[in-house]
């Protein structure tokens, strides 16, 4: 009983860390698609930042993304990285 169990438990956690590992491809396809300015859902050359919130220079920034298509209606946030911190002069995306 305890052999299915386990055999059990196995299966479930290969199937989330699978699961985990494809979700996060699928968010950096969608960063790099974004980051050129290209919609992921509607494919144009119509993304833009709406909302860029931040702890600090160095801390990570929560960006919201909106494709401006009036058919669209696609938001998105990322957490990302802010880059070195103050001194580097990289305190932009």
């Given amino acids: 009983m ?3 169990l386990l055999f059990f438990l196995l299966i479930v956690i290969v ?13 950096k ?7 050129q ?8 050359h119509t993304m833009q930042i709406i909302d860029q919130r ?3 220079c160095s801390g990570p920034k929560m ?5 401006s298509a009036h058919e669209c209606k696609y938001t ?3 957490n990302i990285n802010g880059g070195g911190g103050c001194s580097s002069g990289k305190c932009g995306i």
Avoid: R
């Fill in 54 to 56: 931040s702890t600090g």
């Fill in 29 to 35: 396809d969608q960063l790099m698609a974004i980051e």
């Fill in 2 to 4: 305890n052999f299915y």
């Fill in 15 to 27: 199937g989330l860390i699978v699961s985990y590992i494809y979700f996060m491809k699928d968010k």
């Fill in 63 to 67: 960006v919201t993304f909106e494709c």
């Fill in 37 to 44: 300015g290209i919609c992921p859902k509607c494919h144009q």
């Fill in 76 to 78: 998105t946030v990322f």
